[in-house]
């Protein structure tokens, strides 16, 4: 029974020797003295502001990319036990002895060395030789610019990695795909392709062209797979549901937890919450959800509200009033009804309770039982300090003179009759019969005799409005606009008729227990389509510069400076690669691949020829490393060079080489 003890156990394995020395070689270039420079560079003053946030759980919106290569970096952080205490300021500031450099910069230094062994085996996979593979291998180690990518807190080598590791598992699955389908190293390689794809979505959404690369690809091969007359119809809809679970729902699926996951770690209240909307806000530990755990959650007549536009832009800011009027005659000469200003604030204040009455009852409280307010009800907006009624009338606003003017109306004694009857429209309901709520609704409140809609115009009234942002009527309101739409962000019942103790009660909070948490989905909605939409489009990056300037090699990025000495950090590539790359994608362009494949035969049946261009090659790369060589000074920091030794790397004009004034 034990005779198998007989024999001793042997276990056998092949390694690729190619493969192990690239690896260790891409780990010590990119490792070696990780933790230098002890100061803040370039991205990294922007990145480590999302990983301090990540540690102190407060909610952040980055509208750079989806969280999850922000995540990556956080738990860099949180294992080098950084407590997310340091002022992420400037570029060059100094590093405390709290923040773990080397920790944080580990996982992109690890993903840049990585990145070399995969595009070995990305060439192998694609059928070149082993002695191809190697030089495309070595040109990735010796390349500059991505060595200081590597280096530091950065996204870009994560994401190159998981770029490289989805085109490795396609090809790799593909391969498998020709005579061990449904294997069990088919099936790894396939789903690895998909979770490959959305991990470099997840770091950075140009991960996205990869992904629908691969997919168009694999929909090409599916395409002529149709034309197999060996493969049953049964064996063809296993393939289609295979490729569709692993490149489809289950990216799908970790792209929603990468959101789940940043969600749930972000649980408090933080300055970049106040983009999102009130209900969003509210969900969050601190901030507004102090101010809101527990209010009312049905609107009623004799509410106390206030209104906050659900468009945030310029700002966020709350419908307002206060005692002073539209003066008699603007700047231009147009006349106004010089009623009270009516205008949207960006501060709380007291000035920014409103009453909803009920136009056929005098009271300004809540009866018992509340009497709810419902989709399509007419209601009147009482100015809760002034007691005027919110109006508008066939008067031009002060800067949109195509839109009317909205006020809260005095009764001058003048042939201007009072118009404040409004129709609340549920924008979000699921019924016509849907009662208005607190921050879920979201509202618009159409002109009852002239159908405009209250609306944000954004525009800033001059020193008479105290520079507070116009609201207007709008009378085109066809369609749906986020300036038009508003919803109560704070809200009570309220309960004194007289207006000395009103306006005491305005003053002060309210505390009722009613939960107002969000779904993950409706959350996740919301954070994307802020992510999508915040681009800021008024001001370009400094550093922004076109694809052909990198191309060319005609442009660099100073990423630090040593505070005294002439010793910097540059992200500059590797010039000889570069201009090679260029030499051959143009040759390849012009001599057609049927010319180059009889070039090729030709050196391979003659001898000296051959071995001319096997002596070329040596240089070439002998070459490669003698510019990698040049320029690791400022790939890694140091050494610092003199004056004189900057100046003689500065090989074009365009080069923003840093020197020092002596």
Same mark, same amino acid.
């Given at each position: 029974?034990?005779?198998?003890?007989?024999?001793?156990?042997?276990?056998?394995?092949?390694?690729?020797?190619?493969?192990?020395?690239?690896? =260790?070689?891409?780990?010590?270039?990119?490792?070696?003295?990780?933790?230098?420079? /002890?100061?803040?560079?370039?991205?990294?003053?922007?990145?480590?502001?999302?990983?301090?946030?990540?540690?102190?759980?407060?909610?952040?919106?980055?509208?750079?990319?989806?969280?999850?290569?922000?995540?990556?970096?956080?738990?860099?952080?949180?294992?080098?036990?950084?407590?997310?205490?340091?002022?992420?300021?400037?570029?060059?500031?100094?590093?405390?002895?709290?923040?773990?450099?080397?920790?944080?910069?580990?996982?992109?230094?690890?993903?840049?060395?990585?990145?070399?062994?995969?595009?070995?085996?990305?060439?192998?996979?694609?059928?070149?030789?082993?002695?191809?593979?190697?030089?495309?291998?070595?040109?990735?180690?010796?390349?500059?610019?991505?060595?200081?990518?590597?280096?530091?807190?950065?996204?870009?080598?994560?994401?190159?990695?998981?770029?490289?590791?989805?085109?490795?598992?396609?090809?790799?699955?593909?391969?498998?795909?020709?005579?061990?389908?449904?294997?069990?190293?088919?099936? =790894?390689?396939?789903?690895?392709?998909?979770?490959?794809?959305?991990?470099?979505?997840?770091?950075?959404?140009?991960?996205?062209?990869?992904?629908?690369?691969?997919?168009?690809?694999?929909?090409?091969?599916?395409?002529?797979?149709?034309?197999?007359?060996?493969?049953?119809?049964?064996?063809?809809?296993?393939?289609?549901?295979?490729?569709?679970?692993?490149?489809?729902?289950?990216?799908?699926?970790?792209?929603?937890?990468?959101?789940?996951?940043?969600?749930?770690?972000?649980?408090?209240?933080?300055?970049?919450?106040?983009?999102?909307?009130?209900?969003?806000?509210?969900?969050?530990?601190?901030?507004?959800?102090?101010?809101?755990?527990?209010?009312?959650?049905?609107?009623?007549?004799?509410?106390?509200?206030?209104?906050?536009?659900?468009?945030?832009?310029?700002?966020?800011?709350?419908?307002?009033?206060?005692?002073?009027?539209?003066?008699?005659?603007?700047?231009?000469?147009?006349?106004?009804?010089?009623?009270?200003?009516?205008?949207?604030?960006?501060?709380?204040?007291?000035?920014?309770?409103?009453?909803?009455?009920?136009?056929?009852?005098?009271?300004?409280?809540?009866?018992?039982?509340?009497?709810?307010?419902?989709?399509?009800?007419?209601?009147?907006?009482?100015?809760?300090?002034?007691? /005027?009624?919110?109006?508008?009338?066939? !008067?031009?606003?002060?800067?949109?003179?195509?839109?009317?003017?909205?006020?809260?109306?005095?009764?001058?004694?003048?042939?201007?009759?009072?118009?404040?009857?409004?129709?609340?429209?549920?924008?979000?309901?699921?019924?016509?019969?849907?009662?208005?709520?607190?921050?879920?609704?979201?509202?618009?409140?159409?002109?009852?005799?002239?159908?405009? !809609?209250?609306?944000?115009?954004?525009?800033?009234?001059?020193?008479?409005?105290?520079?507070?942002?116009?609201?207007?009527?709008?009378?085109?309101?066809?369609?749906?606009?986020?300036?038009?739409?508003?919803?109560?962000?704070?809200?009570?019942?309220?309960?004194?008729?007289?207006?000395?103790?009103?306006?005491?009660?305005?003053?002060?909070?309210?505390?009722?227990?009613?939960?107002?948490?969000?779904?993950?989905?409706?959350?996740?909605?919301?954070?994307?389509?802020?992510?999508?939409?915040?681009?800021?489009?008024?001001?370009?990056?400094?550093?922004?510069?076109?694809?052909?300037?990198?191309?060319?090699?005609?442009?660099?990025?100073?990423?630090?400076?040593?505070?005294?000495?002439?010793?910097?950090?540059?992200?500059?590539?590797?010039?000889?690669?570069?201009?090679?790359?260029?030499?051959?994608?143009?040759?390849?362009?012009?001599?057609?691949?049927?010319?180059?494949?009889?070039?090729?035969?030709?050196?391979? /049946?003659?001898?000296?020829?051959?071995?001319?261009?096997?002596?070329?090659?040596?240089?070439?790369?002998?070459?490669?490393?003698?510019?990698?060589?040049?320029?690791?000074?400022?790939?890694?920091?140091?050494?610092?060079?003199?004056?004189?030794?900057?100046?003689?790397? /500065?090989?074009?004009?365009?080069?923003?080489?840093?020197?020092?004034?002596?």
């Amino acid at each position: 029974m034990l005779g198998f003890l007989k024999n001793p156990v042997v276990v056998t394995a092949e390694i690729n020797v190619n493969l192990v020395a690239l690896t =260790v070689m891409g780990l010590i270039s990119r490792l070696w003295g990780l933790s230098y420079p /002890r100061a803040v560079v370039f991205d990294e003053v922007y990145y480590g502001q999302f990983v301090s946030l990540y540690m102190k759980r407060i909610f952040f919106v980055d509208d750079s990319g989806p969280p999850f290569g922000h995540m990556l970096l956080a738990l860099g952080g949180y294992l080098g036990g950084f407590d997310g205490n340091f002022l992420w300021n400037r570029i060059g500031a100094e590093y405390s002895m709290n923040v773990p450099i080397w920790s944080l910069r580990l996982l992109p230094a690890l993903a840049g060395a990585l990145c070399i062994p995969l595009a070995y085996q990305i060439l192998v996979e694609l059928q070149f030789s082993h002695c191809a593979a190697l030089g495309g291998a070595l040109l990735i180690l010796l390349e500059n610019s991505l060595i200081t990518q590597s280096r530091f807190m950065l996204l870009e080598s994560i994401l190159i990695f998981f770029i490289l590791l989805a085109v490795l598992s396609y090809l790799k699955f593909y391969n498998l795909q020709r005579h061990s389908s449904f294997s069990a190293s088919w099936w =790894v390689w396939l789903l690895l392709t998909g979770v490959a794809c959305f991990c470099a979505v997840g770091v950075k959404y140009m991960g996205l062209f990869t992904y629908m690369l691969l997919l168009a690809i694999a929909g090409l091969h599916f395409w002529h797979m149709l034309g197999n007359q060996n493969l049953s119809n049964v064996s063809l809809l296993c393939h289609f549901l295979a490729r569709g679970l692993a490149l489809i729902i289950i990216p799908m699926a970790m792209y929603l937890s990468f959101f789940y996951v940043h969600l749930t770690l972000l649980y408090r209240s933080g300055p970049h919450d106040q983009i999102m909307t009130s209900a969003f806000q509210a969900s969050l530990e601190g901030g507004l959800a102090r101010i809101t755990q527990g209010q009312p959650l049905e609107v009623a007549y004799g509410s106390q509200i206030t209104l906050r536009n659900v468009l945030g832009k310029p700002m966020q800011c709350w419908l307002h009033s206060h005692t002073n009027t539209y003066p008699i005659r603007y700047e231009n000469g147009r006349g106004s009804s010089h009623q009270q200003q009516v205008t949207c604030y960006p501060f709380k204040d007291v000035n920014n309770w409103w009453i909803v009455k009920d136009p056929g009852m005098q009271q300004l409280v809540v009866s018992n039982p509340p009497r709810p307010v419902r989709h399509g009800h007419i209601v009147q907006l009482v100015h809760g300090i002034t007691t /005027r009624y919110l109006n508008t009338h066939d !008067v031009a606003a002060p800067l949109s003179p195509h839109s009317q003017e909205v006020s809260c109306y005095i009764d001058y004694n003048v042939s201007m009759p009072a118009q404040n009857l409004w129709r609340v429209e549920i924008v979000n309901r699921e019924s016509d019969t849907d009662v208005w709520k607190t921050i879920l609704s979201e509202v618009r409140f159409v002109h009852v005799n002239t159908s405009a !809609v209250l609306k944000l115009s954004g525009a800033s009234l001059p020193e008479w409005g105290y520079r507070q942002l116009e609201v207007v009527g709008e009378k085109l309101s066809k369609g749906y606009h986020q300036s038009m739409v508003w919803n109560v962000e704070e809200h009570r019942y309220g309960k004194s008729q007289e207006q000395k103790e009103r306006e005491v009660e305005l003053h002060s909070p309210t505390q009722m227990d009613i939960s107002k948490n969000l779904s993950f989905m409706a959350k996740f909605t919301e954070l994307q389509w802020k992510m999508l939409t915040l681009k800021n489009e008024d001001t370009e990056h400094k550093y922004s510069s076109s694809a052909l300037d990198w191309i060319t090699m005609d442009t660099n990025i100073a990423y630090w400076l040593h505070p005294t000495s002439g010793a910097q950090i540059h992200l500059l590539g590797n010039a000889l690669t570069w201009a090679s790359a260029n030499v051959a994608a143009v040759i390849y362009i012009l001599l057609i691949p049927i010319v180059l494949q009889h070039l090729s035969d030709y050196l391979c /049946r003659s001898l000296l020829p051959k071995t001319m261009f096997r002596a070329l090659i040596v240089a070439w790369f002998s070459s490669v490393y003698l510019v990698y060589c040049t320029f690791s000074p400022v790939t890694y920091g140091e050494p610092s060079l003199s004056v004189a030794e900057l100046k003689d790397l /500065r090989w074009k004009d365009s080069w923003n080489i840093l020197i020092r004034k002596q």
